[in-house]
């Protein structure tokens, strides 16, 4: 494993604990597709920093218990927008 990828991992770990953003917001910022975003923070941190892959796994599940509000908010805003 490249030590390229060590640290892309870190830096995407460290961006979204931080800013406490989704793996879409994360992979928006840094311009490379959310697959990887994911399999980067994932697999490959839990291989480097146990501290901030645990960090992580704690933020992404909680983004993955409030999705459901965020999809039924954006879809309400969708809507309202529009002329009945």
């Known amino acids: 494993m490249s030590k390229f990828k060590y640290d892309r991992s870190v830096l ?6 931080e800013n406490n953003v989704t793996v879409r917001a994360c992979a928006a910022q840094f311009g490379i ?5 994911h399999k980067d923070v994932t697999n ?3 291989n480097c920093d146990k501290n901030l892959y645990n ?13 459901h509000l965020r999809g039924g908010a954006a879809t309400k805003e969708k809507y309202l927008g529009k002329a009945l």
């Open 44 to 46: 490959k941190l839990r």
């Open 55 to 67: 960090q992580v796994r704690e933020v992404l599940e909680k983004n993955k218990a409030e999705r």
């Open 12 to 17: 995407l770990g460290t961006y979204i604990v």
């Open 33 to 37: 597709s959310k697959s990887t975003v």
